[in-house]
């Protein structure tokens, strides 16, 4: 062990004050077993800096739009549902949300809407596109009472133009009026998040769209929380998302909460 400890002091000492060449010649006096060992341990930090040091290339932006949309890599989701509802299913008219991981990871949902009967539908990483393409098998199903949409990064992210994001929420408007046409829509706006900071000029000129298009519309409701996320300065919050710095944690969920309890209040209580 003290053989092993002096090698140790040994190798500190000559990476920092000798060239590779003279700590060859040192290293060469000890046995094999050792001279391996050692060359490693004293490689390992050099190892691991460099890798520390390497810096992930940043996201294309903007991308480029793409060529056409996988609908049916969200069958499996959707076979979950209804296998679900076959077990146990859910009642009808209850508060229906809709959309993409925003949704999908909700998990205090029914906690947060005490009392009002919530349903929580939504799947992967979708696209506004996704819920109006899967709409027969995961909303009209449960009659909703409010259906309350949070979709439309994703498609951002993926490189669709805003006019065409803006175009497919048009769509699922429309596709919900034709066998819904009495419920209410709440259309859930975008918050920035520290991952897609770039995106976030995009994330606001769809807001944007949406909040004056629903303005002219009956039935349709915007709720913006576009500075759910930001601090006083106007700058995202890191200490609201998960480490991936795009998904909320608790906190983002509790804020995200408060700011939509008015209209699920609401929604839950008209005749």
């Known amino acids: 062990m003290s053989e092993m400890m002096a090698m140790l002091r040994l190798g500190g000492f000559v990476c920092n004050t000798l060239n590779a060449f003279t700590f060859t010649i040192i290293i060469m006096n000890y046995p094999i077993t050792l001279r391996l060992l050692t060359a490693v341990f004293l490689a390992l930090p050099f190892v691991l800096n460099a890798e520390a040091k390497k810096v992930k290339a940043p996201d294309v932006w903007p991308k480029s739009k793409p060529a056409a949309h996988d609908f049916k890599k969200w069958e499996k989701n959707i076979l979950e549902f209804e296998t679900a509802d076959k077990e146990s299913p859910p009642a009808k008219g209850s508060i229906l949300f809709v959309g993409s991981s925003t949704i999908v990871r909700w998990k205090t949902l029914a906690e947060d809407f005490a009392g009002v009967p919530v349903l929580n539908r939504g799947f992967g990483g979708n696209q506004i596109k996704d819920s109006t393409f899967y709409a027969e098998r995961m909303i009209f199903p449960y009659a909703p009472k409010a259906?309350?949409?949070?979709?439309?990064?994703?498609?951002?992210?993926?490189?669709?133009?805003?006019?065409?994001?803006f175009?497919?929420?048009?769509?699922?408007?429309?596709?919900?009026?034709?066998?819904?046409?009495?419920?209410?829509?709440?259309?859930?706006?975008?918050?920035?998040?520290?991952k897609r900071l770039v995106q976030v000029d995009a994330g606001n000129q769809f807001n944007d769209l949406v909040a004056a298009w629903a303005k002219e519309q009956s039935g349709v409701t915007y709720i913006d929380t576009r500075t759910l996320s930001l601090d006083k300065d106007g700058k995202v919050r890191p200490e609201l998302f998960v480490d991936d710095m795009l998904h909320f944690n608790p906190e983002g969920y509790k804020l995200l909460a408060a700011a939509l309890k008015p209209f699920v209040t609401a929604a839950a209580s008209a005749p």
């Open 147 to 165: 259906i309350f949409l949070r979709a439309g990064g994703n498609d951002i992210n993926a490189g669709w133009p805003v006019e065409d994001v």
């Open 167 to 194: 175009n497919d929420l048009k769509t699922f408007v429309s596709k919900m009026r034709e066998r819904l046409p009495n419920v209410p829509i709440y259309y859930i706006g975008l918050s920035p998040t520290v």
